[in-house]
């Protein structure tokens, strides 16, 4: 049985202050008390100490990184290493968001020289994949699923595949408060798990944790979680509000 991870990823938000606030007001609503969903907050990266220190005890909830370099340390200016989060207490690091690769040109070998430098430093992964609008209407999903999948996660191994978190996002229901249908998110689910398992073996297709992401809202997260194949939700904007995040979480909890 796979457990749920919910993540909300706040992207260029959110100041020390605020952080602080938002994890007060996500434990006064019990978040830190649910185990049998993994809660992960990704704050940027200058208020990453800030939730680890507001978090206290509620080691249930992780803090993940937006992004890393691959290298282990030097001259790159704005970068930040592996080694710095895990300095940081981080546990996971998103990776090839597709802000990431469409503003900042990321492709899957990139992402790919990234996520093996995430294991090696024992952080975890949540490697983004999705289609755009237009690749959709082309009928094409597969195909480029398959393809960032096969050159973000090419070269790991089993064990390291199933740590790793691959979350799909459309990239046209990212912030656009369009979601996918419930329908339409396990179908590319089910694909994703179909090529892992051909990647790696059944046991590494089963183990892997598939979060949806693309306009999750209370109002929906519910019926997204609860197809067969989506293990949990990567959340943008409805993260930045702690009692909207703290129902995402409780939706997960419901099957
Ligand atoms: C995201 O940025 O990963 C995301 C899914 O954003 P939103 O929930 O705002 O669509």
């Not at 290493?81 to 690769?101: I, K, P, T, W």
């Not at 690749?135 to 595949?161: C, F, H, W, Y």
Request: glycine share 8%; with cysteine; charged share 25%.
């Amino acid at each position: 049985m796979r457990k749920k991870i919910v993540a909300a990823n706040w992207k260029m938000n959110m100041t020390q202050a605020e952080a602080s606030r938002f994890v007060e007001a996500l434990l006064l609503r019990d978040v830190g008390e649910i185990t049998d969903v993994e809660v992960v907050i990704v704050p940027p990266f200058t208020a990453i100490a800030k939730v680890t220190e507001a978090l206290g005890n509620a080691q249930n909830i992780k803090v993940g990184a937006q992004n890393m370099y691959w290298e282990k340390n030097g001259p790159f200016t704005g970068e930040i290493s592996a080694a710095l989060l895990r300095d940081l207490f981080v546990h996971y690091v998103v990776l090839g968001h597709s802000e990431r690769r469409t503003l900042f040109g990321e492709t899957d070998e990139i992402v790919n020289r990234k996520v093996r430098v995430a294991h090696e430093a024992k952080l975890r992964p949540i490697a983004c994949i999705g289609e755009t609008l237009e690749q959709r209407d082309r009928g094409n999903v597969e195909k480029i699923l398959a393809m960032q999948l096969r050159g973000s996660l090419a070269g790991l191994t089993p064990k390291d595949l199933q740590e790793t978190v691959v979350a799909y996002e459309p990239v046209w229901a990212i912030g656009t408060g369009r979601t996918a249908t419930p329908e339409q998110a396990q179908e590319a689910h089910a694909f994703i798990r179909k090529t892992l398992r051909e990647m790696a073996d059944d046991t590494t297709g089963e183990h892997v944790r598939i979060q949806y992401g693309g306009s999750v809202k209370p109002e929906n997260a519910r019926e997204l979680m609860s197809q067969p194949d989506i293990d949990g939700a990567l959340v943008g904007g409805a993260s930045l509000d702690p009692r909207s995040f703290a129902q995402i979480v409780k939706a997960a909890r419901e099957r």
